[in-house]
């Protein structure tokens, strides 16, 4: 979990291990894997619910946010996800899509899917 806040915090990209465990939860949550809505070349995840995760690039702070109190109709998961497993998922998320900095995100995350570019 240091390298994660680390990496969080904008101390470079994580190490093999926290990228294997945040893969693992991205597609292996029992709960609801992010696999089953969001696609994400890395993870070999093709979901077409939410936002395509390799074009919208979140950061560290957007798929953190998202992940713990949800936003439009994607649900809250800080019942379900204890904070160390949401930094997992946060830091493999925008790390493998270039967008691991914290600050300064490329695009505002989408609240509607109705509003998210399909094509």
Known sequence: MGLALATAMGGGA?????????????????????????????????????????????????????????????PAFSEDLGEDEIEAISAYVAGVTGAAEPEGSKAEMPSDPDTTDAS
């Open 14 to 74: 994580a190490a093999a291990p926290d990228h294997e465990r945040g893969r693992a939860l991205f597609n292996d949550n029992a709960l609801m894997p992010c696999s089953a809505c969001h696609a994400l070349a890395d993870a070999e995840a093709e979901g077409a619910v939410g936002p395509d995760l390799d074009e919208f690039a979140p950061t560290i702070d957007q798929v953190r946010a998202a992940v713990t109190s949800g936003i439009g109709i994607m």
